[in-house]
Nanobody
Framework: EVQLQASGGGLVQAGGSLTLSCATSGFTFDAHDVGWFRQAPGKEREAVSCISSSAGTIYYADSVKGRFTISSDLAKNTVSLQMNSLKLEDTAVYYC???????????????????WGRGTLVTVSS
């Protein structure tokens, strides 16, 4: 059974940092691409960052470039999202997703991912 578990969310002041982790199991980790998405209240879910370890490709949304860093740990089957210089607008529920057949040009689209974990809430306060 494929499982993805996102963790690491919490309350942080603007300008602070958080690291989210996506623990995966039930599939061949290095054969899957993983993405982080977020959904803010009243807004649609959007891609934040995605990684294809096999292709060596990483995607960042423009809104997080230079502030967020995605990385994968093959030994732990985990993908992390280091979030620095957090802004109020980063407040959202963050989800991780995975799939073994993501077309690189479509990494940022939700429909590219079959497996989803439950989200973890990130709240940035002023």
């Amino acid at each position: 059974e494929v499982q993805l578990q996102a963790s690491g969310g919490g309350l942080v002041q603007a300008g602070g940092s958080l690291t989210l982790s996506c623990a995966t199991s039930g599939f061949t980790f290095d054969a899957h691409d993983v993405g982080w998405f977020r959904q803010a209240p009243g807004k649609e879910r959007e891609a934040v960052s995605c990684i294809s370890s096999s292709a060596g490709t990483i995607y960042y949304a423009d809104s997080v470039k230079g502030r967020f860093t995605i990385s994968s740990d093959l030994a732990k089957n985990t993908v992390s999202l280091q979030m620095n210089s957090l802004k109020l607008e980063d407040t959202a529920v963050y989800y991780c997703a995975a799939d073994d057949s993501v077309i690189l040009s479509s990494m940022r689209y939700q429909a590219s991912y079959e497996y989803w974990g439950r989200g973890t809430l990130v709240t940035v306060s002023s």
